[in-house]
């Protein structure tokens, strides 16, 4: 997992794919339609949706094995939970069509950050994490997910 501003991105050196993901969160217009929108074709392509956030009773742990997410919020505030997936246990097979695989929740979640805009994170195969939390109250958010395909990185040796 990764957070961090949008301005260090460039500090992470995972190819092209990733770079034009970033290039479009940096020039991303705040009324960009909801709905999916097409970068690299399959490699790289960004979700656009907007909702209002949830209480963390109501959150719920994924994982994704084809795809790196790059979680970016346009407006609003949401807390993300974070557990490594060696300490979570599946509660639904993975479903390959949509590339997620949810898994059952802790009595306390290990790690939660604070997505504000100008921020992101990344969520790798190895990362289990629970979007969509309410910071305070719930409150709605226009958010920007980036899917990379974990095949199109460039990997540290």
Do not use: C
């Not at 979640?109 to 997505?115: A, D, N, R």
């Amino acid at each position: 997992m990764i957070i961090d501003s949008l301005e260090h991105a460039t500090k992470y050196k995972f190819g092209p794919a990733w770079e034009k993901a970033f290039e479009f969160l940096t020039k991303v217009d705040p009324t960009i339609e909801a709905g999916k929108h097409i970068i690299d074709g399959d490699n790289v392509f960004a979700l656009v949706s907007e909702y209002k956030t949830k209480s963390h009773d109501k959150g719920r742990f994924e994982a994704h094995r084809r795809y790196v997410d790059i979680q970016f919020l346009i407006s609003g505030r949401e807390k993300l939970g974070y557990a490594s997936l060696q300490t979570l246990e599946e509660e639904t097979l993975y479903d390959s069509e949509r590339d997620v695989e949810f898994l059952k929740n802790l009595p306390e979640v290990p790690s939660i950050s604070i997505l504000v805009p100008e921020m992101f994170m990344a969520f790798f195969p190895q990362d289990g994490h629970m979007p969509g939390l309410a910071y305070e109250e719930p409150e709605p958010v226009k958010k920007v997910v980036v899917k990379i395909a974990v095949d199109a990185l460039k990997h540290f040796v």
